[in-house]
Structures are given as structure tokens and as C-alpha cells.
């Protein structure tokens, strides 16, 4: 883990993917502890990292969640991400249950259709001015 101390949960997203953003949006509304951070596979670190993590930036094909307990990857990153956010979306941890190798199939699924079903952006959405805090570049 990067030892920038301003974070200590950093999420890798695809900044030019319209439902990665609205993923990255629906942390911001729902993370009351205002914990993770986020940072573009786009950008030069957030390409060195997805690359630690054993991923190609050029073909982003999953989000990567860097905490202090260590990454997550897929549907492990979906599913820590909502245990993180707490409160009603705790209850979404009993998906853990099914077997990672399962729970990768549909997400490997959506994610190498994002584009086709979701759309693309030109270039990454600059952030709110009250959330721009919360990006890593």
C-alpha cells in the first residue's frame, strides 16, 4: 500500500466508464466517514498501481479496492465496498456465501460489456469542488 498518509482506502476505477463513475458517485453519497478515496486507472498512479495489483490499465477490467487489510479485486471489491459503507448495505456481505469463481463470472460479464451497455466517456468527470479532496491523482 502507498504510504501517502491523507488515505487509508483507495479505490482504482475505469474514469472514463459511465457506470464506474455512477459507482464512484454512490460511494460518495452513501460513505459517511468520508474513508475511501478514489483514484483513476487513467492517471499515472492509478495506472502503477492497477498494475502492482496484477491488472493491465490498458484493458481496465475490474475496480481495485486498496485498504490497510489489503486489496480486493472484482466482486470482493463490490461486496467490501458495501460492507464499508455499513448500515442497510451490510446485509449485502451474505453474497459472500457464493463462491468468488461465480460471483467473478457475472462481473467479468458486465464488466467487458460495460461500454456496450453503459457507455464512454472522452475523458474522466472532473469532480464536485466538495469531493475533489477525495481524489488521488
Not at 483507495?10 to 460511494?27: A, Y
Not at 460492507?83 to 460471483?103: E, S
Not at 457475472?106 to 469532480?127: D, H, I, M, S, W
Amino acid at each position: 500500500m502507498p504510504t501517502d498518509s491523507a488515505w487509508t482506502h483507495l479505490l482504482l476505477f475505469d474514469g472514463v466508464c459511465n457506470l464506474c463513475d455512477n459507482s464512484v458517485q454512490w460511494v460518495l453519497a452513501h460513505d459517511h466517514r468520508g474513508i475511501v478515496h478514489f483514484c483513476s486507472i487513467q492517471s499515472e498512479l492509478g495506472s502503477k498501481l492497477y498494475r502492482e495489483h496484477g491488472f493491465d490499465p490498458a484493458e481496465p477490467h475490474s475496480m481495485v479496492l486498496i485498504t490497510p487489510e489489503g486489496s480486493f479485486a472484482k466482486s470482493d471489491a463490490a461486496l467490501q465496498l458495501a460492507a464499508l459503507m455499513g448500515g442497510r448495505l451490510a446485509w449485502l456481505a451474505i453474497f459472500k456465501i457464493v463462491p468468488r469463481p461465480l460471483r467473478d463470472l457475472g462481473y467479468t460479464f458486465v464488466a467487458k460489456n460495460r461500454y456496450r451497455f453503459f457507455g464512454k466517456k472522452e475523458q474522466c468527470l472532473l469532480p464536485r469542488p466538495e469531493w475533489k479532496a477525495r481524489f488521488v491523482s
